[in-house]
C-alpha cells in the first residue's frame, strides 16, 4: 500500500502562487484606482496565501480558507500599533510597506471575500472530483 505524502510540492499550486503574486506586483505598480489597488489586492493575497500553504502542503484541509483569514485578520489587527516604529524598521520602506502601518476594518471585510472565494473554489473542486 502506497504511503500518501502529507508534504511535498505541488505543481498547480505553485504556478497559482506564481500568478497570484505577478497579479499582486502589477496592482503594487499600475493600480491608480482604491477598489482595485486595496479591495481587489486584499482579497487576491488571502487566495495567495493559501496557494503558497497549499504549494508545499499536500494534504487536503478543508477549513483552511478560514486558517488564512484568521492570519490576514490578526495581522490586520496588529497594523494598529504600527509594527515598523516598534521594531525600529521604519526607516526601511520594504519592510514597513510588508508590515503595514494603517489598520483599515474595511481590510479585514476584503480578507472574508477572499476567503469566501477559496470556499467557493473547494467546493466546486469537490463536486468535480467526485462526479
Known amino acids: 500500500m502506497k504511503k500518501h505524502r502529507t508534504f511535498g510540492i505541488t505543481g498547480f499550486f505553485m ?3 506564481i ?3 505577478a497579479v499582486e506586483i502589477l496592482i503594487a505598480l499600475y493600480a491608480k484606482d482604491n477598489f482595485i489597488r486595496t479591495f481587489v489586492g486584499d482579497v487576491i493575497v488571502v487566495m495567495l496565501i493559501y496557494s503558497v500553504i497549499r504549494t508545499f502542503v499536500k494534504k487536503y484541509i478543508r ?3 478560514f486558517w488564512v483569514f484568521i492570519f490576514a485578520a490578526a495581522y490586520e489587527c496588529l497594523q494598529m500599533f504600527n509594527l515598523p516604529l516598534l521594531l525600529g524598521v521604519s526607516d ?3 519592510l514597513t510597506i510588508i508590515l503595514g502601518t494603517t ?3 474595511l481590510d479585514i ?3 472574508f ?3 469566501v472565494v477559496l470556499f467557493t473554489c473547494q467546493f466546486f473542486g469537490e463536486k468535480r472530483r467526485k462526479g
Open 15 to 17: 504556478l497559482g502562487s
Open 19 to 21: 500568478i497570484l503574486l
Open 63 to 65: 477549513l483552511l480558507p
Open 92 to 94: 526601511n520602506r520594504i
Open 103 to 105: 489598520f483599515d476594518v
Open 109 to 111: 471585510f476584503a480578507y
Open 113 to 115: 471575500g477572499g476567503m
